[in-house]
């Protein structure tokens, strides 16, 4: 099995479009970046664990899942750092690859030598991007495989019809 830990604000700060959002919505940022990792799990199989630091959010620490993405808020003093270095530790065995994605260099020299591959953010970004690009393939494939109704149908009462069929 394959772990991606994410550094969720280095990544924010990494990413352009991430960068942006977060001037004007932290909270939006962190979201769009829980989607990505999400849409990233679901191709990939990777078991993604997203890490904020409880600098941002204040209170006690939170796990929480979203997206099937499981989301760890920090406690108070603990950095993402720490707690990426302890899972590295925790999840790491024989059957399991621990991949951590930021773009600290001295996080990254703390995990390669705990065992875990690094991930820049910007390796992380062009992986993403392919990610993307091929989920975008497959879903252009299915819709032109989609099967052609035999009853000619107008766009209008074809759209009720599969209202109809997503509210069962």
């Known amino acids: 099995m394959d772990i991606l830990l994410v550094d969720g604000y280095n990544i924010i700060g990494a990413w352009p479009e991430l960068r942006e959002l977060k001037n004007t919505d932290l909270e939006a940022a962190r979201d769009r970046l829980i989607e990505k990792m999400a849409e990233y799990q679901g191709y990939s199989g990777y078991r993604v664990i997203v890490v904020f630091d409880a600098h941002f959010v204040k209170g006690t ?71 993307d690009n091929q989920i975008g393939k497959k879903v252009k494939k299915t819709q032109e495989n989609k099967p052609v109704s035999k009853i000619p149908l107008s766009a209008e009462v074809a759209e009720i019809f599969e209202k109809w069929r997503r509210e069962k």
Not at 80 to 104: C, F, G, M, P, W
């Open 61 to 131: 620490e939170r796990k929480i899942k979203n997206y099937n993405v499981e989301v760890i808020f920090t406690r108070t003093n603990e950095t993402a750092d720490e707690r990426i270095e302890k899972l590295a530790i925790d999840l790491s065995d024989i059957r399991t690859q621990i991949h951590v994605a930021t773009s600290d260099f001295t996080e990254q020299r703390v995990i390669f030598g705990q065992g875990a591959l690094r991930k820049s953010a910007r390796e992380l970004l062009i992986e993403m991007n392919h990610v």
